[in-house]
């Protein structure tokens, strides 16, 4: 069993493998991509002369802009390049979910078009281009301040782990939380101890710190990648591959925050001519010298070259060699290891235009026309070099006769002092022009161009005057040839770096993402959650990827669509051979080819039936009918039973008060004899007479007086109860109507 390596035989066997790798600076590779991005640029060759013609032919330019108009149509479109196919049959949902949510994370939650076409056009101009995704925790940090909270409210608040408390002020309230009497700390303990109501309110400053993840995606640039030699491809499981490095260039200060080590930050050296080689001077060649890169002023803003190396090594000395992320700063030839750890994958893809059998690094569309545009520019400035030198001929003069000084003049209607004869004394050395001999060896190299990418005007439009002068087969065919270079990159850039790059978003996504989200896709909110879905799932091309145009693949479908609404005409929406959800995706791909949203136009039948066996099933309007009829019945039952027990009631509380009021008569009867009675022996015993009998009189009238009213005041009381039972009933009458 072997040895566990050190972190000194660790630092040894990084650095080994960055000077050893491709890509790395002054190899072959990094020279060719250079020349193959100033050739793309237009740059000089260095052998331009003054007073000669200096004119580029932009042949490189030219055939990359001539296809990335197919590209972005391909793969930036509304139709996904690859759909994640289903392992069983409880992967069909997810798996048609995976494939709208990674493309909705690729290119939304992203800058997908700006990434997606800088990957894309590197691979044509440098041969390979890649790209590489991760997981990133953003956090955001903001203050903020509340007055007036309750005590549940700040609760509520104190109870987020997100909340750090900066300032805090808690007053008291009298009574109820309506109140707005406030008191001090002193006061409240006072009203407290004789047993008031305080309600607390709290002024809080809070520091909000919110962490929110998601997944990343970036194009490398070439001069940043390095992949040991030997490699055959970008796959930790190819046999062939065991390095690949991302260099970046890094302040300290970002390294700081990331909390690495102060003193193995500061101490890493930041050669500029590995931060900035070659190639990526070449890229920004056409800028002044950026001095702020390169300052010492600030020593947190200085840069230093940040290797992130994926390697197999068997680092625990178990005898298998294991995927390893390890993370260096300083250089090559003065490695600082920062971080070390194991790695679930590797998380890079890549673009090739043009593969080479079993070599990583393919041939770019440069590589193929960088040679023709040179002999194309030489051509061009010898043509021109002679049409100068035809309307500008060299003069042969009498330096005796004529002012040489004149002759510096090349103004029209200059004039030139002349002694004697001028036809002798200045005799123009003419020379014919010959350049319309090359004119067939300009036209030979266009159709080399042509044989060798098999892109001519037909990829990108076509002639009017070829349109005339073939016929429509010929001009069908030229265009199809002409498109199937194309169509083979597509091929090739969708079958390796487009797969490749949805399935790390894909295991990256289901490893990181810990609750569900709610995303809308396809017109319709879906509650996502790629923690569920099998990472295992296959990736298929879709079988429309550079198929024809646009309007040619619209065309076939309708085609298709015809057919398939004869055949529901004749056997009906679900037969057999073309139901109605496929001829819902037979509409769907004629929306996305004709650069549409389908959701903005047609439903999925498959989600609505979904939707329509969630709900309950509608009943019979016979049984409705019925069961209506039986409610009405029922309701008027119960409110004859609520009448009856109305009536019953009023009459028992109207003989209450009836017995209540005859009571009451009785007492007073009573009550009066014995007063009577009173005032009768008070009379005998010298009271006047006539006076107790007037006054007697009055107070049995009184009496009378009284019973009466109340005898009608219970009367009114039971015609206003009738009147209230009568206007709650449907017909007045205290009944229910059946056939209102």
């Known amino acids: 069993m072997s040895e566990k390596i050190d972190d000194a035989r660790l630092t040894e066997i990084v650095a080994q493998n960055i000077r050893d790798s491709l890509g790395f600076e002054g190899d072959d590779l990094s020279s060719q991509m250079r020349d193959n991005l100033a050739r793309y640029e237009g740059e000089g060759y260095g052998d331009e002369r003054e007073g000669r013609s200096q004119v580029m032919s932009r042949d490189v330019l030219e055939t990359v802009e001539m296809v990335m108009p197919s590209l972005v149509r391909t793969f930036m479109g509304t139709e996904s390049a690859a759909v994640f196919d289903p392992i069983g049959p409880e992967d069909e949902e997810a798996a048609e979910q995976a494939t709208d949510y990674v493309n909705h994370v690729l290119m939304k939650q992203n800058p997908g078009y700006r990434i997606g076409t800088s990957w894309m056009k590197s691979a044509l101009i440098t041969g390979s281009s890649f790209c590489k995704v991760w997981w990133e925790d953003l956090e955001k940090v903001k203050e903020e301040t509340y007055t007036g909270l309750s005590e549940q409210e700040y609760m509520v608040l104190m109870n987020n782990p997100e909340v750090e408390v900066l300032e805090h002020t808690e007053l008291g309230v009298y009574g109820d939380e309506d109140s707005d009497t406030v008191m001090d700390d002193q006061t409240a303990m006072t009203e407290a101890l004789n047993n008031r109501v305080v309600n607390p309110i709290h002024d809080v400053k809070i520091r909000l710190t919110q962490t929110k993840g998601r997944l990343r995606w970036e194009a490398i640039p070439p001069e940043e990648f390095f992949v040991n030699r030997l490699a055959r491809s970008i796959d930790e499981n190819d046999s062939s591959w065991s390095f690949a490095c991302h260099r970046s260039a890094r302040t300290v200060e970002e390294l700081l925050e990331e909390g690495y080590d102060e003193e193995t930050v500061h101490a890493a050296s930041s050669s500029s001519g590995e931060i900035y080689d070659q190639l990526f001077q070449q ?7 950026m001095t702020n890169e390169y300052s010492g002023l600030d020593p947190l803003q200085r840069r230093v070259a940040v290797y992130e190396c994926y390697m197999k090594v068997d680092y625990d000395g178990d005898g298998r060699a294991e995927l390893r992320r390890v993370t260096c700063i300083g250089g090559a030839n003065s490695t600082k290891i920062l971080e070390n750890e194991v790695a679930s994958e590797l998380p890079f893809a890549e673009l090739t235009a043009i593969p080479r059998p079993h070599r990583i690094y393919g041939y770019s569309l440069a590589d193929l026309t960088k040679d023709l545009q040179r002999l194309k520019t030489a051509l061009w400035r010898s043509m021109m070099d002679g049409l100068y030198l035809s309307l500008y001929p060299h003069k042969a003069v009498d330096e005796s006769r004529v002012e040489l000084d004149d002759l510096l003049s090349e103004d029209p209607g200059s004039i030139y002092r002349v002694t004697g004869d001028p036809r002798t004394a200045i005799v123009p050395l003419s020379t014919q ?75 990256i996504l289901n490893r990181h993402s810990n609750k569900e989200e709610l995303v809308k896709l396809r017109g319709q909110w879906v509650p996502i959650d790629p923690s569920s879905w099998n990472v295992e799932m296959d990736l298929q091309i879709n079988v429309g990827l550079g198929m024809g145009t646009k309007q040619e693949q619209v065309s076939k479908l309708a085609v298709v669509a015809q057919k398939q609404e004869v055949l529901m005409q004749q056997l009906g929406l679900d037969n057999p051979i073309a139901p109605l959800n496929l001829y819902y995706n037979t509409l769907k791909k004629m929306c996305e080819a004709a650069d549409l949203n389908p959701a903005l136009f047609f439903n999925d039948p498959t989600q609505a039936m979904m939707a329509q066996q969630g709900q309950p099933k509608q009943p019979d309007p016979r049984v409705m009918e019925a069961q209506q009829k039986m409610e009405l019945a029922k309701m008027e039952a119960q409110a004859k039973l609520k009448q009856s027990e109305a009536e019953a009631a009023m009459k028992s509380q109207t003989d209450r008060m009836k017995a209540e009021s005859d009571a009451e008569v009785a007492r007073f009867k009573a009550e009066l004899a014995a007063k009577t009675q009173r005032e009768a022996a008070e009379l005998k015993a010298g009271v006047d007479r ?37 206007a709650g009933s449907p017909d007045g009458n205290a009944n229910i109507n059946l056939y209102d």
Not at 283 to 289: G, I
Not at 470 to 481: C, I, L, Q, S, Y
Not at 700 to 706: A, F, G, T
Request: aromatic share 8%; hydrophobic share 40%; charged share 35%.
């Open 433 to 507: 022009w010959s350049g319309g001999q090359a004119f067939p060896m300009l036209q030979w190299i266009d159709s080399m161009l042509q044989k060798r990418t098999g892109i001519n005007d037909m990829a990108g439009g076509l002639d009017a005057s070829k349109v005339t002068s073939e016929t429509a087969r010929g001009v069908d065919e030229m265009a199809n040839a002409a498109r199937a270079r194309v169509e083979l990159i597509c091929r090739q850039f969708a079958e390796t770096g487009w797969t490749r790059l949805m399935r790390l978003a894909l295991q």
């Open 283 to 289: 890229r920004f060649s056409d800028l002044e010298t």
């Open 690 to 726: 006539e006076e107790a009998a007037n006054k007697l009189a009055f107070e049995y009238e009184k009496m009378q007086r009284d019973h009466e009213y109340r005898m009608r005041e219970l009367e009114a009381e039971k015609e206003l109860e009738r009147e209230k039972m009568a």
